[in-house]
């Protein structure tokens, strides 16, 4: 099944809007099994709409149009609709009575311009809006045997999500038979693009051309989105399964987490069931690191604080740093990362520490020390460790990044506290048999 | 001047990522005074790229695309380029050399797949990209009197971001001749966006249509987009700017800079020009005040650094936060973020200290401190105050909006300072006249 998704409005083409809808929509159908054509936004504009539509109707099983069907002068898509398809607005009474009803129960009467709203392209149905006044209208088109549906929906996000969610994607896995396709996205840090491609483009993982894999870098790491299709949805999740089980044994170390996973969630959560405490140095990231750590709700169970050390005094003060070391290796080395998390986890009485040094840029590097170098320190009672990056030339990208990189290191560590324990277990049970 | 954007990806089609580039790119065209004919989103898929562009070229002075430039196998629009043209893919060696040099600044050799990305359509001119290694490209094709440009870029926001700033705008400025409008955003922080509607609607601010103000809330503040329309450029810059004149008489307080200025920026200069140095104290905000102070490049002439007091052990023992006021008035009171602000200053022997304090929610309220409730503090040797606003239940709102305001009470407060100064100077010259 191919969905074409049509969004409608000025405010998306000058940017004053963000077209959250369009990506709703398409990961809504997406997680039906259909596949997503084309999303194209466009004006309010009648001619716009029809050329689109034009194109859409061809080659597309379903068609999703939202917005421009409220009440104002702009509002032009069921006029658009009644054209495209050759017939007459019809005015519908029962829809504006449940208009005025929606008024009555607050001792009002709808503004004239409401009439507009029940003014609906003859034989369209009508799918109910639980939220608001402007209905949602769904057309099937028959062309032999060939069937296309043709669905416009309010563009406000809240009433267009009550609808879809409502009456468009049940009605639609009722009546059309899907194509079966399973997608997954796997989330890395730690490998660049091209380092993750040559570990995984060697061997065969792509022996066909019913598994696909994407690589999408960013400053979280890459993601890597796997899409399996078949002729049953069981055999698409079998394949989807047999792929990401080849991947998994080539990069497990680097894969955090799968889909909306968030690696600041996945570490605090494994902070939390471990019963350990965190507080982190940073200088480069400038408090970005403790930012993100705070954005999941909660984490004030095992996040207890941080210093920003952007002066060397600061680093020396609160944080122990030795001057000698600082005048000696500079602030971006290993000894002062590990004297950084060694520093805050003592100053803030945790479990564990994490410092990040690096030059953030654009400007600040040497030869031997060019701009987007970042050392990144970890520190407990037992154990200290640093890693070293260069990133780019862009600051926030850097920034960013490291952060991404810290809490990936944070992460492996604990998962090797947590494999060292299993295996400590299984050795101990080990002379019973 | 009308331009159409094609964004290429499958990730933009299943939900994966909102298309953020397309609203971006949407608004600088704008700006500018283009229209945005269509927005585009298709798979990574030669053939539809190929479709959507032959449709906007027959229409479009200008076709952006964006993404599918990168070195791996699913990025296909190079190859699309150069099919739909009639050309052949060419190595083009300075390109390599860039990604050569970019690599052995950091002590590496390229991984074999970056060769593609030197592979471009013959006959197109080829945009540096300042921070990556995917160039951008610039075709202009002739018909008789029609000229379109063909611009390609790569799908990452930065490397995007930075080729149309750099490149793309000056250029298509330089070449095209712009319908006659004028536009410009005011940026507001300190009023809600009902507020500020009250002041600026009561007066008759709008009294033709051949203006425009639009009101976009968000957790930096309310941007004002003001547009003019005329006949002659001359005739809408002078239409802009009387009511730009209009909406300041107004409400010039609160605004406190425009277009793509940023608020964090705008404050550093302050302190750097004053010769003022900055420390914060953060509890609720986690980070993010100093994140985005050191966001700017050179922020660290006037930031010092800060400590982020997740927990009250450390309000106590790194920023001298009274136990008994935290006891008696909680951590988010006018008292504690008073001592925050002083304690930060001293620590970090700033000349200003800032404060947050608050709940971000979305737990943690109660009837008298319900989630959204935060307060801000300033400390100075001479001066010290405090502000509290309740926002909304939404804990990445509330942290952002808090430092926005954190960084406007700032601004406000040096902007004072130097008013007294300047007073002072005239009643000193006052009398010699």
Not at 2 to 16: A, H, K, P, Y
Not at 295 to 323: D, F, H, W
Request: aromatic share 4%.
């Amino acid at each position: 099944m191919r969905v074409d998704i049509l969004t409608v409005g000025d405010e998306l083409l000058i940017g004053q809007v963000v077209n959250t809808n369009a990506t709703w929509l398409g990961e809504q159908f997406s997680a039906m099994g259909a596949r997503i054509g084309r999303i194209v936004s466009m004006a309010d504009n009648h001619n716009s709409i029809q050329a689109e539509l034009q194109r859409s109707v061809e080659v597309a099983d379903v068609v999703v149009l939202s917005g421009g069907i409220g009440p104002t002068h702009d509002d032009v898509t069921r006029q658009a609709l009644a054209d495209f398809f050759g017939v007459e607005l019809c005015f519908d009474a029962s829809i504006y009575q449940r208009i005025e009803e929606r008024y009555a129960a607050r001792g009002q009467t709808p503004p004239e311009s409401n009439r507009a709203l029940a003014e609906i392209p003859e034989d369209f149905e009508v799918l109910n809006n639980p939220i608001g006044t402007a209905p949602g209208l769904w057309h099937t088109v028959t062309d032999g045997e060939e069937t296309t549906v043709v669905i416009a929906l309010p563009g406000v996000p809240g009433e267009l999500k009550a609808i879809v969610q409502d009456y468009v994607v049940p009605r639609l896995k009722d009546e059309v038979s899907l194509s079966s396709s399973a997608q997954r996205t796997l989330l890395t840090a730690g490998l660049g693009e091209s380092e993750l491609q040559e570990r995984l483009q060697s061997s065969k993982l792509l022996e066909n051309d019913e598994v696909e894999l994407a690589y999408l870098p960013s400053s979280k790491g890459v993601r890597l989105r796997l899409t399996a299709h078949a002729s049953s949805a069981q055999e698409a999740r079998e394949k989807l399964q047999a792929l990401e089980e080849k991947i998994r044994e080539r990069v497990s170390d680097y894969i955090y987490g799968m889909d909306n996973d968030m690696l600041e969630a996945i570490v605090g959560e494994m902070l939390f069931e471990r019963g350990l405490t965190l507080a982190v140095a940073e200088s480069c990231t400038g408090g970005l690191l403790a930012d993100r750590i705070t954005n999941v709700p909660g984490s004030s169970r095992y996040m207890k604080g941080g210093v920003v050390a952007y002066s060397n005094t600061l680093k020396e003060e609160l944080l122990s740093v030795s001057v000698d070391d600082l005048r000696m290796q500079g602030a971006v080395s290993e000894v002062v990362v590990l004297q950084m998390a060694e520093g805050i986890r003592e100053l803030a009485h945790t479990d564990v520490g994490m410092a990040i040094t690096g030059i953030a840029g654009p400007k600040g590097g040497t030869p031997e020390k060019p701009v987007g170098s970042v050392w990144i320190g970890l520190a407990t009672a037992e154990d200290a460790r640093a890693e070293t990056f260069v990133f780019t030339t862009d600051r926030l990208f850097n920034k960013d990044r490291s952060c991404t990189e810290a809490l990936n290191m944070l992460r492996r560590f604990l998962q090797e506290e947590s494999d060292v324990q299993d295996t400590a277990e299984v050795s101990i049970e080990a002379p019973k048999q």
